[in-house]
């Protein structure tokens, strides 16, 4: 930066604007364009493809980049939108007064700064998703989160444990976090993939903070928003608030309410589930197609979608709110007639809460209130139509609505049917609003005419015919006398110019009429501007009923949407209780089955699932057999069931579920050095230190990462701790090609085998689809391989490769074999955590010990050790040592699968010899 000498005064002023907002794109207003300077001027021409120009600044080239001011609400969202915070610096004075003043420059300040998380522009917005900055303080182990979106004036706090931070998150996909600059090079985990804006320090004390919320409430304490206790998020949200203030340059007096989010009233989700479930982003385009908010959207306001969505993301744990939305839901699917005209009259309800958030904060206009006023026209028609309706949930939301029929007169009286966009255009106002208004458009409608009418008044006082009215430049209206009527020309005339035959003169009362006429238009437009500000103002005193008005209808609108939806599809209203049962009969995947081919039938699937008896269920069967789909709908009816939903089944009995965890497919995390295995393993981890028994966990492959044998073992003891620890003895959907698995039904008393119907015919797989008792035993993985198109010399070299495998393969098949036998032992739950093999009636030809020893004795006549004397040599060592392993195993001792195990180890090297 050069140095105060030899800036220019219009680059020392940008310059000093610009050290009031570092780390922001600064756009400087210079008459119609916004100039950016410097690094600026190289950012913008990058990101919007505007010609990188220079400016002479001093003696220095300073890069230069801008565009009209009239592209602003172009080239603002794009460049919000590739992760930039803005800073909009306006002219704060009219460059004529300026001028007037003999001012170097005109006054310029910067009025908002936008960024992802805190903006007001509606191309910046989704009208169906929230847009949410947040503030996240630490203290030890507890996180401080605030959370707000100011274009819908909401804004809470929760305190939660530091651990559960990553998941709280992923429930808001927040568009920004604040965060305090101690911990750049620090970051806490959870934190990831968002954007992070880093504040001052002293931003984040608490007695800054705390005042700040007081002085915004206006209140002596937060004791009556229930957050007086909540002392580290009361940082994040006085750090939130500051950072919002400091944006919006506004007023926020639609940010009215502070509340505590309570995250114990919701099911948890982990950010897994909610991608592999497919709630609100498809896993393929990542849109909204094939989601499950795709289907149950039949909203017919923006306020309605948002509020939807929230419930998605949120299902409900409190078994009497999730039955009083059920008990909506369906008198509004039974009203038909009356859900329809409720659609009819929601279709025409603006957006309230952005309506009322932009009139707050002075960025609405004249049809801004136009809308509101129609808005409110149809809340007192949504009223009657509930008005017989006796659920609880529906007579509550119906009591929560108001047309404020005052503030429809108000605005009514004041703004004309059709107002034009531009607030500084004029012609928004009525006439009957305003007395001065009516004359000044009189005036500036009709000034020819006014002034040809003062003449004649003129003419009429004076009795001077030849009187009349003219203009200059020089001195503007004027009234011209002949000198053979000077004698008449009375007192109050000031002469003004002499002329050869005339003299001309002005009144007061002309200069007033000047003033009039020649301002007229400017001041019309003035005044409008006036008389909108103060109408908008008393708008704004509505906020908070207005407001509540739009809960109210989002929460109608959901209601109705689920209703509509359960009409279109032919959902059933499900049993909801608090016992450890999930009986869904003839369930079926309420997103697949809208997208199947016209006239291709869902096939349904019954699922039980108990905690008492069938808590484990293995599913087995081949690839493409629909294994997948039937874990996916089962999380989603369950879901959709404490969401407050119809479910598409016959029938379905739902035990509440505090948690759903998934663990479905394969991908890696290259950029944090995680594999696809490794991946997987967190996946599992997290579910096994998380869930307790009245989750629902959904396992899609578990171990299918590396080796058979180590995934297999994985998978096993996997099983096995799920069935074993109270804890998390959870109800489990685990679908697996390990077919080994199904060993575990005669071992376990909660176990169950299912299996995907298939059937063969002429060396062709035919898919079922459908949920039957019983394990596969054949994963027909070669003909699903042939039905996508390998060749068929590869297809058919595979079913040779696996006939040799299933004919030699006495190092796995007999001893897997032999170990069904140690299975029908009785082995005790060790204190390291390994399975315990209860007796069952397997077992009654022998003990464990018997089936051990009859292990060890026929191993070696079935496959004798060979004696390694290569080129007939002695013995080799190696194989002396892998006897005596054998001599020194116990089995006795031994697990199912420790003796795999152990069995491999020996295969192992046996083939290094």
């Not at 739902?654 to 394969?666: C, H, Q, Y």
């Not at 299933?806 to 390291?832: A, Y």
Request: charged content about 25%; aromatic content about 6%.
């Amino acid at each position: 930066m050069k140095s105060s000498k030899s800036e220019t005064p219009l680059m020392r002023q940008y310059n000093q604007i610009k050290a009031r907002y570092p780390g922001t794109v600064l756009l400087f207003r210079v008459g119609d364009f916004y100039e950016t300077f410097a690094d600026d001027a190289i950012t913008i021409s990058k990101e919007l493809g505007i010609t990188l120009t220079k400016r002479n600044n001093g003696g220095d080239q300073t890069p230069l980049a801008g565009f009209p001011h009239h592209s602003l609400d172009t080239y603002l969202p794009r460049l919000v939108k590739r992760g930039h915070r803005v800073a909009v610096c306006d002219q704060t004075e009219d460059p004529a007064e300026a001028k007037a003043a003999k001012k170097k420059i005109v006054d310029r300040d910067v009025t908002e700064v936008v960024t992802p998380g805190v903006t007001l522009n509606e191309k910046l917005l989704e009208h169906k998703q929230n847009n949410y900055a947040f503030a996240v303080h630490w203290s030890g182990s507890t996180a401080g989160v605030a959370f707000s979106d100011i274009s819908t004036g909401e804004f809470a706090l929760a305190q939660l444990d530091a651990r559960e931070l990553k998941s709280f998150l992923t429930l808001f996909a927040p568009a920004e976090i604040l965060l305090s600059k101690k911990l750049k090079g620090n970051l806490p985990d959870g934190l990831d993939g968002y954007m992070l804006t880093y504040q001052e320090e002293w931003i984040f004390e608490h007695d800054y903070c705390y005042q700040l919320l007081l002085d915004h409430f206006q209140t002596h304490s937060l004791k009556g928003f229930g957050v007086e206790e909540l002392t580290i998020a009361q940082v994040a949200a006085g750090a939130l608030l500051h950072y919002i203030k400091e944006n919006q340059k506004a007023s926020l007096g639609h940010i009215r309410r502070i509340y505590a989010f309570e995250n114990s009233h919701f099911m948890m989700l982990d950010a897994s589930t909610k991608r592999n479930l497919e709630l609100t982003a498809s896993l393929q385009q990542g849109g909204t197609e094939g989601t499950l908010i795709s289907i149950l959207d039949e909203t017919q306001t923006a306020m309605g979608a948002r509020e939807l969505r929230k419930w998605i993301m949120r299902p409900l744990k409190n078994l009497r709110d999730i039955r009083r939305r059920l008990d909506a839901v369906e008198a509004l699917f039974k009203a038909h007639e009356i859900r329809n005209s409720l659609r009819d009259e929601l279709e025409q309800i603006g957006d309230l809460e952005r309506l009322i958030s932009r009139i707050s904060a002075g960025r609405a206009n004249a049809r801004d209130l136009t809308q509101l006023r129609l808005s409110l026209e149809r809340i007192l028609p949504v009223k009657m139509l509930l008005q017989k309706q006796e659920s609880p949930l529906i007579v509550s939301l119906r009591d929560g609505l108001s047309g404020l029929i005052e503030l429809q007169e108000r605005i009514r009286e004041a703004i004309v049917d059709d107002p034009p966009a531009s607030l500084r255009d004029g012609g928004i106002i009525r006439e009957s609003y305003s007395e001065e208004l009516r004359e000044i458009r009189d005036i500036a409608r009709n000034g020819k005419r006014y002034i040809a009418d003062i003449q004649k008044q003129l003419i009429q006082e004076t009795g001077i015919n030849s009187l009349k009215l003219g203009y200059n430049k020089v001195f503007g209206y004027y009234i011209e006398v002949t000198k053979v009527h000077q004698e008449k020309v009375p007192d109050t005339f000031i002469r003004k110019q002499t002329l050869v035959n005339a003299e001309r003169y002005i009144t007061p009362e002309l200069k007033e009429i000047e003033e009039k006429v020649l301002s007229a238009e400017e001041r019309m437009s003035t005044l409008e501007y006036e008389l909108f500000n103060e109408l908008r103002m008393q708008v704004s005193e509505y906020a908070e009923q207005i407001q509540q008005n739009a809960a109210s209808i989002a929460a109608i609108d959901c209601l109705q949407s689920l209703a509509e939806t359960a009409f279109l599809f032919n959902y059933v209203k499900p049993e909801v209780d608090d016992s450890t049962v999930i009986d869904i009969k003839g369930g079926r995947h309420p997103v697949v089955e809208r997208s199947l081919p016209l006239g291709e039938p869902f096939i349904p699937n019954d699922i039980f699932l108990d905690t008492e008896t069938e808590q484990l269920i293995i599913i087995t069967g081949p690839n493409m057999a629909g294994k997948s789909i039937i874990l996916r709908q089962t999380g989603l009816i369950v879901l959709m069931a404490q969401v407050g939903c119809f479910v598409p089944a016959q029938h379905a009995r739902i035990g509440l579920v505090d948690k759903i965890f998934t663990r479905v497919g394969a991908s890696d995390n290259l950029a944090a050095g995680e594999s696809t295995f490794l991946v997987e393993m967190n996946e599992a981890a997290n579910i096994l230190n998380n869930a307790t028994d009245k989750s629902l966990i959904l396992l899609d492959e578990v171990g299918r990462g590396t080796s058979t044998f180590d995934g297999l073992s994985i998978a096993w003891s996997l099983a096995e701790y799920l069935h074993n620890q109270p804890s998390v003895a959870a109800r489990t959907l685990f679908a697996t090609h390990y077919h080994e698995l199904n060993e575990l039904e005669s071992m376990y008393e909660r176990v169950v085998n299912f299996n995907v119907q298939v059937k063969e015919h002429e060396g062709k797989v035919i898919f079922m689809r459908k949920l039957v008792k019983g394990g596969a035993d054949h994963s027909y993985g070669i003909q699903v391989a042939g039905m996508a198109g390998l060749p068929k010399v590869v297809i058919s070299r595979a079913q040779e490769i696996l006939h040799n495998l299933e004919q030699h393969s006495l190092d796995i098949t007999n001893k897997h074999g032999k170990l069904n036998e140690l299975r029908e032992g009785d082995e005790k739950l060790s204190s390291n955590g390994t399975a315990s093999l209860p007796e069952t009636g397997a077992a009654a030809a022998g003990t464990r010990k018997k089936a051990a020893s009859s292990l060890s004795q026929k191993i070696p006549k079935q496959q004798p050790l060979p004696q390694f004397d290569l080129f007939g040599g002695a013995p080799d060592p190696q194989a002396e040592k892998i006897k005596e392993k054998l001599r020194q195993a116990d089995l006795n001792t031994m697990t199912p699968i420790n003796a795999m195990l152990f069995l491999v180890e020996l295969k192992k090297e046996i083939g290094q010899l």
